[in-house]
């Protein structure tokens, strides 16, 4: 029997006001995969996250994060859940280590001096310890807050757009440490613009537009699939990849 997926997302529906973002999108993530949700500017991804996150209720349908409704934001959903920060959430004045210290508190995981050298040290930030957040790299802030996101084991990791505006040996630096976390046992929900990204980490992936699933599979089974699409074909340049299937699905108007 197959197991609980660790994520269950349920024609969700999410509206501000008159405008629907999201509209019925249902997708489930099984526990230790890597799951991407691709879609263009507007196409709802911050805000299926954000109800994922306990941030906002549903319109309708449900989510659920490994047994708790995300539609009741407890304490023991929150503790299910890894949620990246952005750079400016965190306090630029403080060295890491007490910023590491200070999360640890506040996601209730207590947490010795040595453990802490042993997480920054995993992140390999062992040199860096004793740096204010601001006085890191781009790179760095980001393998900063994934550690911090993992702090207390969450059943899942939500990454929205995790390497953007990251050189290529940060990035794939991101994407090792991604899969390192898959390694662990957890699982992990991101959103990305790149389909380079999506093909090399993700194992399935979700392609959305205007609030609504337009196919769903691993990266290399959406491309056999859609290979034939006259759309597809219309926008691919020699063999089809997953970008030509995300483009043609999706259209080739831009989005603001
Ligand atoms: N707080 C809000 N108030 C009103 N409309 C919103 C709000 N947040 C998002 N929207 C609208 O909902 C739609 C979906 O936006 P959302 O941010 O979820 O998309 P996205 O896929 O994350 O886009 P991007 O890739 O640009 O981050 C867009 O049309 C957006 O303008």
Not at 46 to 64: N, W, Y
Not at 83 to 99: G, K, M, P, T, Y
Not at 106 to 132: F, N
Not at 140 to 159: K, N, Y
Request: aromatic share 4%; hydrophobic share 40%.
């Amino acid at each position: 029997m197959a197991e609980d997926p660790v994520l269950d997302v349920q024609g969700l529906v999410v509206r501000y006001g008159a405008q629907t973002a999201v509209d019925g999108l249902s997708f489930s993530v099984r526990r230790g995969e890597i799951f991407g949700l691709l879609g263009p500017n507007g196409a709802g991804k911050t805000s299926t996250l954000s109800v994922i996150e306990g941030l906002r209720a549903p319109d309708a349908g449900r989510v659920i994060v490994d047994g708790h409704d995300a539609g009741h934001a407890t304490s023991a959903l929150k503790a299910r859940l890894g949620v990246q920060l952005q750079a400016s959430s965190f306090q630029a004045e403080l060295r890491i280590e007490d910023i590491t210290r200070l999360y640890a508190g506040l996601y209730g995981v207590p947490i010795t001096r040595r453990q802490i050298d042993e997480r920054l040290r995993d992140a390999g930030l062992a040199q860096e310890h004793g740096k204010p957040f601001k006085k890191l790299s781009g790179g760095q802030q980001q393998r900063f807050s994934l550690m911090v996101a993992m702090l207390h084991g969450p059943s899942i990791l939500l990454l929205d757009e995790p390497t953007t505006g990251l050189d290529p040996q940060s990035r794939r630096q991101l994407w090792d440490r991604i899969e390192e976390s898959r390694g662990a046992g957890g699982s992990v929900l991101l959103t990305t613009h790149s389909m380079e990204e999506a093909q090399a980490v993700c194992d399935r992936v979700a392609i959305m537009d205007h609030g609504r699933l337009l196919a769903l599979g691993s990266p290399g089974s959406l491309v056999a699939e859609h290979r034939g699409d006259p759309r597809v074909l219309a926008v691919a340049h020699g063999d089809v990849t997953l970008e030509d299937v995300f483009i043609g699905l999706t259209g080739r108007t831009v989005r603001d």
